[in-house]
Antibody
Framework: EVQLVESGGGLVQPGGSLRLSCAAS????????MVWVRQAPGKGPVYVSEINSDGSVTRYADSVKDRFTISRDNAKNTLYLQMNSLRAEDTAVYYC???????????WGQGILVTGSS | QSALTQPPSASGSPGQSVTISCTGTSSDVGTYNLVSWYQQHPGKAPKLMIYEISKRPSGVPDRFSGSKSGNTVSLTVSGLQAEDEADYYCSSYARSNNYVFGTGTKVTVL
């Protein structure tokens, strides 16, 4: 069974940093693109960042470029999102998801709340 | 990159059909076939219902279907059931080299 479990969320002051982790199991992690998507309270999902299977290609939404860094450790089956210079508008539930065929994200974690507030 | 435009709400009675539109531009929906639809129940993660405009992942009922015309894609749910009541979001690959989601449509089963 495919499972994605996020951790590392919480309350952080504006300007602070946080690292999210996503532990993957039930599939060959090293064969898939992975993505982070966030969803602010009452809003729709928003693409944040993605990484290819071996970590050599990364992409970011303009809103997080130069502040967030996506990475992965295929030996540990874990995806990461390092978030620096956090702002109040980064407050959201952050989901990790697996990149499936045709651009769709076919498996999602349960999500982790990040709150950027003083 | 602006969000794709969806109607805020749609509704239908059990057994009826409902169609949700998702309008983008020539920089996303109009050019690429990498369009997906997601269903999201309150407090849950999104679930992939359609990918590549009209393909269904394993386990998704064939009551769900997708189509495209120009810069607009559509999701049709036929034979509405109570469990179809949820928020639905479209998503498309965009020329800016990332993905953009839609504004979301709340489907109500009357």
């Amino acid at each position: 069974e495919v499972q994605l479990v996020e951790s590392g969320g919480g309350l952080v002051q504006p300007g602070g940093s946080l690292r999210l982790s996503c532990a993957a199991s039930g599939f060959t992690f090293s064969s898939y693109w992975m993505v982070w998507v966030r969803q602010a309270p009452g809003k729709g999902p928003v693409y944040v960042s993605e990484i290819n299977s071996d970590g050599s290609v990364t992409r970011y939404a303009d809103s997080v470029k130069d502040r967030f860094t996506i990475s992965r450790d295929n030996a540990k089956n874990t995806l990461y999102l390092q978030m620096n210079s956090l702002r109040a508008e980064d407050t959201a539930v952050y989901y990790c998801a697996r990149g499936g065929y045709g651009g769709g994200y076919d498996y999602w974690g349960q999500g982790i709340l990040v709150t950027g507030s003083s | 990159q602006s969000a794709l435009t969806q109607p805020p709400s749609a509704s239908g009675s059990p057994g009826q059909s409902v169609t949700i539109s998702c309008t983008g531009t020539s920089s996303d929906v109009g050019t690429y076939n990498l369009v997906s639809w997601y269903q999201q129940h309150p407090g849950k993660a999104p679930k992939l219902m359609i990918y590549e405009i009209s393909k269904r992942p394993s386990g998704v009922p064939d009551r769900f279907s997708g189509s495209k015309s120009g810069n607009t894609v559509s999701l049709t749910v036929s034979g509405l059931q109570a469990e179809d009541e949820a928020d639905y979001y479209c998503s498309s690959y965009a020329r800016s080299n990332n993905y953009v989601f839609g504004t979301g449509t709340k489907v109500t089963v009357l």
